[in-house]
């Protein structure tokens, strides 16, 4: 964890991510899988940092619970978003974090592997645009369903042990 916070930008924090954190969850048993979508099971819960960090993957709310460390021991305002949609009776989610810099608003996104990068936009809207644009995108579903999609600030509520059950409620909830 100390590595992260002896970064001092967010670009060192992106470049350090990318050669040491992949996609991928760490099971129950503590066994890594990378590059794959887990099958959500009912003792899967948030990660700390740490464990992240330590493990070298995480899923999009994993990372940016690093993403979170990083900037809070920084302190550069950020928020973090939960995108979402039913997709064929199905919740599709993304986590991410947006900070603030000089200004502009930045879409910092790791674990979205093509659309990875820091993103900087003039406005709010702009980043916001660009972010549903890059989830209907990766996640093939008709930009028409535009008004199915919630956009939700998610930042007081992600936390390390949030379990997948209290989880799945929330997105249900917002969605």
């Not at 460390?69 to 599709?92: D, M, Q, R, S, T």
């Amino acid at each position: 964890m100390k590595e992260i916070l002896n970064l001092n930008t967010p670009y060192e924090l992106f470049l350090f991510m990318d050669s040491y954190i992949s996609y991928g969850f760490v099971d129950e048993t503590g066994e890594v899988h990378i590059a794959k979508v887990p099958k959500m099971s009912d003792s899967y819960k948030i990660n700390k940092p740490e464990i992240t960090l330590e493990k070298g993957c995480g899923l999009c709310i994993d990372q940016v619970e690093v993403e979170k460390k990083f900037f809070k021991n920084k302190e550069i305002p950020h928020k973090v978003y939960l995108i979402g949609a039913l997709k064929c009776g199905k919740i599709v989610f993304h986590v991410f974090l947006i900070y603030e810099k000089n200004e502009k608003y930045c879409w910092f996104e790791h674990s979205y592997e093509e659309f990875n990068g820091i993103h900087e936009f003039n406005n709010l809207n702009d980043c916001f645009h660009a972010v549903k644009k890059a989830f209907f995108k990766g996640e093939c579903i008709d930009e028409t369903l535009d008004s199915h999609l919630i956009l939700a600030d998610v930042t007081d509520v992600t936390r390390p042990g949030l379990g997948q059950k209290e989880w799945l409620y929330l997105q249900k909830e917002l969605i």
